[in-house]
Every structure is written in C-alpha cells, then in structure tokens.
C-alpha cells in the first residue's frame, strides 16, 4: 500500500476594489467559514494563475474579470489546513458581483476600505495589505 504525502494546497483569490470601496462575501460551509473574503478557490490541473481567478470569479460572484493585476503570495497555514495562496485584482468595470453559490457564501457587499467587516478571511487580509502597502510576499503567522 502507498502511503500519500499530504503537502499543501494551491489557492488563487481575485480582489474587486472601486474607489474606496472593496467587495466581500462572508464564507459559509468550508474553511474559514464566517469570515469575509472574495471570489478564490483551488487551481486546477493545468489551469493558469490567471484562467482559475477568472473561473472562480464567475462561478461563486457571476462576473467577468478583465484585466488582473498580481498583488501577493503568501503561505497560509490557518484553518486546519495550508494553503500556497496567490492574489489579484481584478477589473470588472459596472458589473456587479451577485452571490452565485448560496452554499459557499450568506452575505455580501462593497465595503469601506477604511471600515472592514471582522473577521477577515487570512487570503483577503494579506490581499488587502498588499493593496495598501506594495507588499507582495506574506510569509504567514
């Protein structure tokens, strides 16, 4: 019998800020469940950075996302699991994000970037400090 090696998991988030403003979805049923985040979820088999932020983009938020912008890198081990997480921003023009997964997601909105729902999903945390500071590498807590 093989033993299978548990190593960590490949996560890529997209951000959406408009001015001051950035939408969050508060996660529900997974990890990191209550917390507020964005669209993201696990790169699959020779899929692209970019082509997994646009398909999770519009499979949990309905939205297409034109051009991406890389912002971090981080090592998340939170959760119980670990995550090699990778973010963007993305544009999306006047689209407006709509929940998609009513299993993954309870609530959602365009919040102030100056006034934050807590607790912050760790991905969107380090996302958000990248956006903010230039920062592009979280090594974790």
């Known amino acids: 019998m ?4 548990i190593r960590p998991q490949v996560g890529v988030g997209v951000i959406f800020v408009r001015g001051d403003t950035v939408f969050l979805a508060k996660r529900h049923g997974a990890h990191g469940e209550d917390t507020w ?11 692209t ?5 646009r398909r999770e983009a519009m499979e949990e938020l309905g939205v297409t996302v034109e051009d ?5 890198v981080s090592n ?3 959760y119980d699991k670990h995550y090699v997480d990778i973010e963007f921003l993305g544009e999306i023009g006047d689209q407006e994000p709509r929940l998609m997964e009513p299993e993954s997601f309870i609530a959602s909105g365009w919040f102030s970037l100056d006034d934050l729902p ?14 903010r500071t230039g920062q592009h590498y979280f090594p974790g807590d």
């Open 118 to 131: 807590e607790p912050l999903f760790h991905a969107m945390r380090y996302a958000l400090d990248s956006y």
């Open 76 to 78: 998340i081990i939170a």
């Open 49 to 53: 950075l970019e082509e997994c932020g």
């Open 68 to 72: 991406l912008r890389y912002l971090c």
């Open 2 to 5: 093989v033993e299978q090696t």
């Open 37 to 47: 985040a964005s669209a993201g979820g696990h790169l699959e088999n020779g899929e």
